[in-house]
């Protein structure tokens, strides 16, 4: 373990809570084997610098003072700190001579190995990227999405579901002084998980994932008023519905949250007067009010259990660049039945890629499995 080794590290794909944790536990740990980080910024743009000459390679080895608040006697934040001291993304698409700058950069920063922090996209382009230039690399999986395959858990999910379980609560005063119908728009792009989950911890009544409910169609519109109805008549006169991100609408240009909101207005009031006991309480003086929680989600102080999660997977990878005795390792940190462990970056790479071919989302929400268990147990409407 104590030989001495130069590790890059870079955060990549859209910022989460959690990252500078990452960060900090790699930092510490490495410091006390006597390593050398060096802070990639911007994600792989970072190595184009290099490749470029805009960057000096000596000039970004950190350590984990770098960060430590001027003034404050040396007060280190990462480990608290939400977004990336690094900076995250580069572009989204790639010309292929940039690649080979990125490959340049790598070459010349002279490393050990790599540590790359990322979603599903950007890790897959970065395992494309370590495997055709044989560059050693442990992945670390994050984002609010909880959308890796291979992995129970990633750095950055538990804060955004309790940021958005906050939200719920919150809005619940509101609503119930108002008696009124709030809809509220959850991030997670094409997976249902940030919904599902915040959804029953922040007392939903209806939930609508992608994975149950891929588009806003007549039955879902009917079934929510009959819902709200029955909640109205027997329980209370608000309620609220939670929206993933990822359920389609009408149109790309307008949030699904407000083409949902139109078609409840459009429906009960087409009700209204001519209704079905069943549908009693709805018509026009049913209010509904949209929240779309949109970035918010991502910026909070990383809750405690991802800042364990997150120097945790800090840890292991540092644990696995030292374990490993051959060059050329591709690995991805990984919780299972609890345990931080690693496999093989490739393998995880191959299950995304199947699942990708039957679902837009490379790991959505199972169906049948137990958080949709519980929500149906809790009489949660979820579409289906
Ligand atoms: O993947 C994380 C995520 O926050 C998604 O939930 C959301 O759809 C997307 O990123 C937003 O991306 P951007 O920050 O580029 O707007």
Redesign the pocket.
């Known amino acids: 373990m104590n030989q001495t080794k130069r590790i890059g590290i870079l955060t990549s ?4 809570p959690g990252l500078n944790a990452i960060l900090y536990a790699a930092l510490k740990y490495a410091g006390i084997l006597g390593w050398s980080i060096y802070g990639i910024a911007n994600g792989t743009d970072g190595f184009i610098d290099i490749a470029l000459d805009r960057s000096a390679p000596e000039d970004m080895r950190i350590d984990e003072h770098s960060f430590d608040i001027p003034g404050q006697k040396g007060m280190g934040v990462l480990l608290f700190l939400s977004g990336s001291v690094l900076g995250c ?1 580069g572009k989204k698409e790639r010309k292929n001579q940039e690649d080979e700058l990125i490959s340049q950069g790598y070459r010349k920063m002279n490393l050990d190995a790599l540590i790359a922090i990322g ?1 599903d ?1 950007s890790l897959e382009i970065i395992s494309q990227l370590a495997q055709r230039g044989n560059w050693n690399l442990v992945a670390i999986p994050k ?3 909880n ?1 890796v395959p291979g992995t129970e858990r990633v750095v950055g999910f538990d804060t955004a579901v309790e940021v958005v379980s906050d939200a719920l609560y919150n809005l619940t005063f509101t609503a119930a002084s108002h008696d009124r119908i709030m809809l509220v728009q959850v ?3 094409n997976a249902g998980h ?1 919904a599902l989950n915040a959804g029953i911890a922040g007392g939903a009544d209806v939930i609508l994932i992608p994975e149950l409910v891929p588009i806003i169609n007549d039955r879902v519109v009917r079934e929510t008023c009959r819902k709200i109805a029955h909640i109205r008549q027997h329980k209370r006169k608000f309620a609220l519905i939670v929206v993933a ?2 359920v389609q609408g009408n149109s790309k240009d307008e949030p699904s949250v407000e083409h949902l909101k139109r078609q409840l207005q459009q429906y009960s009031h087409s009700q209204d007067g001519i209704l079905a006991p069943e549908f009693y309480g709805l018509g026009e003086e049913m209010e509904i009010r949209v929240t779309i929680l949109g ?1 918010l ?2 910026s909070n102080r990383p809750t405690a259990s991802d800042r364990l999660l997150a120097t945790a997977f800090g840890i292991k990878a540092i644990e696995v660049i030292a374990r490993e005795q051959d060059n050329n390792f591709q690995r991805m940190i990984i919780l299972q039945n609890g345990q931080v462990s690693d496999r093989p970056l490739v393998e995880v790479m191959r299950e995304l890629k199947t699942a990708k071919v039957y679902s837009a989302c490379a790991s959505p929400v199972d169906s049948n499995g137990f958080v949709a268990h519980v929500a149906r147990s809790l009489d949660i409407y979820l579409g289906d």
């Open positions: 794909g859209g910022d989460c993304r979603g996209g984002t609010i999405d959308d991030m997670g792009r940030l991100e990822g970035h989600t991502r």
